[in-house]
């Protein structure tokens, strides 16, 4: 399961079975979950979160999207 990053008490990852899956990010903090589509950035699902937390995510998931793919390829290209 590797964590890509850490920011403000929320962790973003992706599990290493998922190659299948098109690129996505997975989001935590404490109980609440979310994961994001990179190819479009669009919400997959949620469990926890207020709509504005998931509108904050979104946009951080955005700012780092480039990130985010070049981790996902560097960790299925290998």
Not at 21 to 39: D, G, M, Q, R, T
Not at 52 to 58: D, G, I, M, S, V
Not at 64 to 71: A, C, G, S, T, Y
Request: glycine share 4%.
């Amino acid at each position: 399961m590797p964590t890509v990053e850490r920011f403000k008490g929320f962790r973003f990852f992706f599990f290493s079975d998922e190659r299948r899956e098109p690129p996505h990010i997975h989001v935590e903090s404490a109980e609440n979950y979310a994961k994001f589509w990179l190819k479009p950035v669009a919400l997959a699902e949620s469990g926890g979160f207020h709509s504005a937390e998931l509108t904050k995510l979104r946009k951080l998931v955005e700012e780092r999207k480039e990130r985010f793919l070049e981790e996902w390829n560097e960790y299925f290209d290998r």
